[in-house]
């Protein structure tokens, strides 16, 4: 269904390493990709999801906007990390009006803040909705219970985001979560709407994984994991800049005689990320055990890292593949280069899914 333009947001992706932005004109003829591009933020300007150098940060996107041309003001960003709790919850069913005071009552045991310091929303999976039962409460009496999937976002991040968008000049329209904007992402790049999948984005400071079945999140988990590990070994075991680094890993100039240290660097990392996602799929199967995951969804800036894909299928037996955010959009050739975007698509999937968004959502 198309969004009328005045409801399109922009969708801008703040990530550790790089600024993403999406723009998607929701018409007539489907989704039409009209603006996409990144700009490169130095590092320690933003530490796990938190603004350290405001002014600097803000100054990358403004030169973003100004290099895409980009009119619209209204923008859709997301946080994750530490400062977001994102949890799956059964309550007794009461009414809807009710629910925001129950929430409130029993959001403490759940949350490792202090309730005044966060901000709380909820969706509510009731057990009578398809998709939302664990293990088939479905077709049990439905007012029997309800699950609600509850945010939970410290406010001084979330205020930190604000500012930074209005000291960029934008008007911020919707507030997500990575895990929820990449599920977006998913489910307009794919037929497959029905399954269990777990979708796991490897940034350069945070590894995420989201394991959602026909549609609803089951689990989600945010580790201090990412390309930034590899960054920060080459930088020490070879005593270079941090510019310099970042070119090692991307397979720019070492000697022969340095290769099999870097390969160990990359495979020492590579096999904590294993380990990360198996732990957490591990849990899943524990929790859910009539799903099966049947396939891994990979993105994020720091996915393609030699080695990691093909032994992440390897140690979880489980088919692992690059998420296309871009695939199931209207695309101009002419303006934008299939192999670029091909080649950015791991990195674009937050973006996409946070220009899905529109004012108004929930």
């Known amino acids: 269904m198309a969004i009328p333009k005045k409801n399109q947001l922009v969708g801008l992706d703040i990530g550790s390493h790089s600024i993403k932005l999406v723009e998607i004109d929701h018409s007539k003829q489907g989704r039409v990709l009209k603006n996409f591009g ?25 030169s973003l906007l100004k290099n895409l041309k980009v009119k619209n003001k209204n923008v859709a960003t997301s946080i994750s990390g530490y400062s977001v709790i994102v949890k799956k919850i059964a309550l007794g069913a009461s009414k809807e009006s009710e629910i925001e005071a129950i929430i409130q009552e029993e959001a ?26 664990a293990a088939g409460e479905g077709d049990q009496e439905k007012t029997d219970q309800m699950e609600v999937m509850l945010v939970a976002a410290k406010k001084d991040i979330i205020n930190d985001y604000d500012n930074l968008l209005q000291m960029s000049g934008l008007s911020p329209g919707v507030l997500d979560v990575d895990a929820f904007a990449l599920q977006n992402a998913f489910e307009i790049s794919t037929e497959e709407s029905e399954g269990s999948y777990a979708l796991v984005n490897v940034g350069a400071d945070e590894l995420g994984i989201n394991a959602i079945k026909d549609g609803v999140s089951l689990f989600t988990r945010d580790s201090s994991f990412g390309g930034s590990q590899i960054t920060e070994g080459i930088m020490s075991d070879f005593s270079v800049s941090f510019e310099e680094a970042e070119q090692i890993k ?64 390897l140690e979880t037996g ?8 871009f695939s199931n959009l209207v695309v101009d050739e002419k303006r934008f280069d299939p192999r670029y975007l091909r080649y950015m698509a791991p990195q674009a999937a937050v973006a996409v899914g946070l220009a899905l968004r529109s004012i108004g959502d929930k």
């Open 108 to 133: 403490e045991q759940y949350i490792p803040f202090d309730i005044s310091e966060v901000n709380l929303d909820f969706d509510t999976l009731s057990a009578g909705e398809e998709g939302a039962g």
């Open 250 to 313: 991307l397979g720019g100039g070492k000697a022969d005689n340095q290769k099999k240290k870097l390969e160990e660097i990359f495979t020492s990392v590579v096999s904590e990320w294993t380990m990360e996602i198996k732990r957490a799929l591990d849990f899943v199967v524990s929790t859910y055990p009539d799903e099966t995951i049947e396939k891994i969804l990979i993105s994020g800036g720091s996915c393609r890292i030699p080695g990691f894909q093909k032994y992440l299928q």
């Open 38 to 62: 990144q700009i490169g933020l130095p590092p320690d300007a933003i530490v796990e999801g938190s603004i350290k150098e405001m002014e600097l940060v803000s100054s990358a996107i403004t």
């Open 318 to 325: 489980i088919p692992v593949v690059e998420l296309n955010p």
